[in-house]
């Protein structure tokens, strides 16, 4: 569905999404890097669980909220990757322990 624009050659950055290496490029943003490698959906939602995955890619709607590094709820579509990062996407509703 994705795909890059022609551009000139630029080193691969390896990300780590959900346990597995996923490469970008510099300059991507999580988000890019997400549906580049075919995973539209960031999170599921709360409510119904249903995926929801980047809409604005500008920082307004917040559906691509994803864990970068073990902070909860970072805008995938702002945050550029670097090397190493860890990034899990979101399951749905959390689980509270009592």
Do not use: H, W
């Not at 290496?21 to 709360?46: F, Q, Y």
Request: aromatic share 4%; proline share 8%; with cysteine.
């Amino acid at each position: 569905m994705f795909r890059r624009l022609p551009e000139p050659e630029s080193p691969s950055i390896e990300v780590i999404v959900d346990g597995r290496p996923v490469l970008g490029k510099s300059g991507d943003t999580v988000a890019a890097v997400l549906m580049a490698a075919g995973e539209p959906a960031c999170r599921r939602s709360a409510v119904s669980g249903e995926p929801r995955g980047p809409y604005c890619l500008m920082g307004v709607c917040f559906e691509c909220l994803v864990d970068i590094d073990g902070v909860a709820n970072r805008q995938a579509c702002l945050v550029p990757i670097r090397s190493g990062m860890r990034v899990e996407t979101g399951a749905g509703k959390r689980k509270i322990a009592l």
